[in-house]
């Protein structure tokens, strides 16, 4: 027996799948708004104890890490998951699709996990540089620079506190929203498409160009991992990795280099501030390399399921993408996104 030969009809099948997506997409715009309600009722709430002074608000690090995490983890994501209740649940695809013959996936090993990190923070690296670059260029043309949110919260809070939301908070949760909901209830049409649907609504989600190219990036990596093992540990485990890379050590590796100008330093204290630079941009741009070659030469052995249900790649395409629900939802973090590009342009007040 074929065991990629769906049980539907093609035209059945295409119908099925859609309909299927369309719920999943629903459930991505149940969480959108149901994010967006939360954090301004919070907002509001706040504001009213603080007497209307946004500017007592906005100097308390303290609720930027509020109002990002309660009203998502409180009150979104389990919108999130009444929505996408009864929705069948597929089981992890053990097999795949090797130049037409079917193979059972090999285990996947701590080795291969590395591997993936290296291209995961390569790749990171790779798409903030687009996400800074164009968000630069649009800087440029409108004369005003485009707030960095999330670097801004960052930068102004304790690192013990970086750490809870960007290394544990945000690993589990967007890892068990993104990966475990949304593939465990795709992957029956495809591993591909299962990824493409996880990848571009995780970026979409973030809602701003800074965090949109590297959260695609990582999160179609991440995505493979979990249609590839199945296990969401490995996703959360690298995840947290990527970030505590990114949001905390790295940073204080650029803290330890003096801010000061040559003339005020030692020779000796300008010489180690200039290696340890010089160190930093050698290891980012390394990954960033290393990401390349290794998405080269390991992309065409990728163990990628055809799934249960097989659909031709247009078909896969417009049923995930081509229905209400994922329309509708699509539409809203889109404009979300837009937004956030608009916001500086208008008229403060």
Known sequence: MNLYQSPYEPELARTRAAKEFSRVGFALLALNLALTAAAYAMYDAILSVYNG????????????????????????????????????KAPHNETYSDHGEVKE?????????????????????????????????????????YPNTLDSMVSQSPAWMTFIGTVICAPLGEEFLFRKLLIDRTRR??????????????????????????????????????????????????????????????????????????????????????????????????LMIAAVVLVAVLFRRAQLSRGTHPLTVSDSISAAFLNPGMITALAIMGFTLLGNLITPLLPAG
């Open 189 to 286: 049409w495809g591993d591909l498409i299962s990824i493409a649907v996880s990848a571009f609504t995780f970026a979409l989600f973030h809602g701003n160009l800074f965090q949109f190219f590297y959260a695609f990036f990582i999160g179609a990596i991440l995505a493979y991992i979990y249609t590839r093992t199945g296990k969401l540990r490995w996703c959360v485990a690298m995840h947290a990795i990527v970030n505590f890379f990114g949001s905390i050590f790295l940073p204080w590796l650029v803290g330890l280099i003096p801010e000061e100008t040559a003339g005020d330093l030692s020779p000796f204290a300008y010489t180690l501030g200039w290696l340890l630079g010089l160190a930093i941009d050698m290891l980012v741009f390394g």
């Open 53 to 88: 002074n946004t500017a007592a608000i906005e100097a308390d690090w303290w609720w930027g890490w509020i109002l990002s995490l309660v009203p998502l983890y409180a009150v979104a994501a389990p919108v999130m998951l009444l929505v996408l209740r009864g929705l069948p």
């Open 105 to 145: 996936k090999s285990p996947f090993t701590v080795s291969k996990f590395l591997l993936l990190l290296v291209i995961g923070m390569g790749c990171m690296y790779i798409g903030s540089f687009i996400g800074n670059t164009l968000m630069g260029i649009l800087s440029v043309i409108i004369g005003e620079e």
